[in-house]
């Protein structure tokens, strides 16, 4: 039961990767935009653009094909006694 539903789980999430990576690039203005009209001064907002400029290249090699085997491994630790989760995560090699 616990390795069916963390694979179902895997699947789902892996379906959903690239657009999460979508997602987070088309927030980027927004975010910025947002974070202009706070107040800040200059230097603390051209310090947050230049995250933003950094942070979907860092995004991407994050959430890439193999992040939903960590999610696997976390939720069943999560949601199961330890002996089940471990026989659950080393069924599925993780």
């Known amino acids: 039961m616990a390795e069916a539903m963390a694979r179902k789980g895997m699947t789902k999430y892996g379906k959903k990767i690239p657009t999460m990576q979508a997602n987070y690039e088309a927030a980027r203005e ?3 935009t947002g974070y202009e ?3 800040f001064k200059r230097t603390r907002v051209e310090a947050y653009r230049r995250a933003w400029d950094f942070m979907p290249a860092n ?3 994050k959430v890439t094909t193999g992040v939903e085997r960590k ?3 976390k939720w069943l630790y999560a949601m199961f006694e330890e002996a089940t989760a471990r026989s659950a995560a080393s069924a599925l090699g993780l």
Do not use: F, P, T
């Open 30 to 32: 927004i975010a910025i």
């Open 37 to 39: 009209k706070v107040g």
């Open 59 to 61: 995004y991407k090699e």
């Open 71 to 73: 999610w696997a491994r």
